[in-house]
């Protein structure tokens, strides 16, 4: 028997099936169709690799003093200026111990991606503990938090951050230490409205009606629906540990000598500013493409987990 036109319409269309796009395609679609989030990933995946093969492509040890050597100009001051002492052994010039720039520029990348990582993880804890726990139970915790969030906000983050490293001394650990427990309010804010929110949808009052514990409901249903803003306030957060790591390196209270932070370097280099402005460029260079990067990728994170750019 032949099908009829009746019969046809009643067919499942395996052609449009198979043209439908997966999940996984989609999401390649978004991130690789974002040019913020593919510049800002590509410049911080160079900076990871740098930092991470950095004995393997730094030229010298950024350690080695030669004071025959010091304040060598860079390559391009042969180019523009006919500068005899600019050669390609010191392509970044050297610092005024004698010091390859371009080896503690590489080198200095781990610092600032070690800092900036550590401080959001652990600022990220203690935040997003605070605000998951204060938007469930609400009540006297939440007036609790709150109180703890609002004597937070209340107090500058550069000044304790400075009276803090000045009594108990500036070292890497310390600094980590520091600027992880001063920048947790953002995610105690944003976890505390998005699990306010959370708590009164059908998947969490099922939840509830099943007998689970409200540890098992905060880490089990409501963790992982915020995960999107968690990922977008944590890449801010590690911008701003970069940035005030460095404002503390320049004030002279961050990372000490010898380790080649770029802050430390911007601190070091600024009475030649005037004389040799590459010292102070460079590494300012450098602190602005990394946290441009961040920045660039949490804008992106925002774009695409959101439910405009989900669809």
């Not at 306030?233 to 911008?239: K, L, P, R, S």
């Not at 000490?256 to 601190?267: F, K």
């Not at 493409?289 to 669809?311: F, H, K, Q, Y």
Request: with cysteine.
């Amino acid at each position: 028997m032949s099908a009829t036109p009746q019969d046809d319409k009643n067919l499942p269309d395996f052609g449009a099936a198979l043209s439908e796009p997966s999940a996984g395609q989609m999401l390649r679609r978004r991130v690789f169709g974002h040019t913020g989030l593919v510049i800002g990933g590509t410049i911080l995946l160079i900076i990871a690799l740098m930092a991470l093969l950095a004995p393997l492509i730094a030229p010298h040890d950024p350690y080695a003093h030669n004071l025959a050597n010091r304040l060598v100009p860079p390559i391009w001051h042969d180019w523009f200026y006919d500068d005899p002492r600019a050669t390609w052994t010191h392509i970044f010039g050297t610092d005024h111990q004698g010091r390859d720039y371009l080896s503690r520029i590489i080198y200095g990348a781990r610092i600032s991606l070690l800092i900036g990582f550590s401080a959001a993880i652990i600022s990220g804890v203690i935040g997003c503990t605070l605000g998951l726990v204060a938007g469930y139970y609400g009540g006297r915790v939440d007036m609790v938090v709150n109180f703890i969030i609002t004597t937070r906000l209340a107090m500058p983050v550069i000044l304790v951050a400075l009276a803090v490293v000045a009594l108990m001394g500036s070292s890497l650990t310390i600094v980590v230490l520091v600027l992880g427990f001063l920048l947790w309010d953002q995610f105690a804010v944003v976890m505390r409205t998005l699990a306010m929110q959370m708590r009164e949808f059908d998947f969490v009052t099922s939840a509830q009606a099943l007998g689970c514990s409200p540890r098992y409901i905060i880490m089990r249903e409501i963790l992982p629906n915020v995960l999107n803003a968690l990922l977008v306030v944590m890449t801010i957060e590690m911008a701003n540990a970069i940035l005030l790591e460095a404002a503390l390196s320049f004030l002279g209270l961050g990372v000490q000598p010898p380790l080649p932070s770029w802050g430390l370097m911007l601190s070091q280099a600024k009475d030649e500013i005037f004389f040799d402005p590459w010292m102070i460029t460079i590494p300012g260079l450098a602190l602005l493409m990394l946290v441009l990067a961040i920045n660039l990728i949490g804008d992106g994170l925002r774009d695409v987990t959101s439910p405009e750019g989900r669809s």
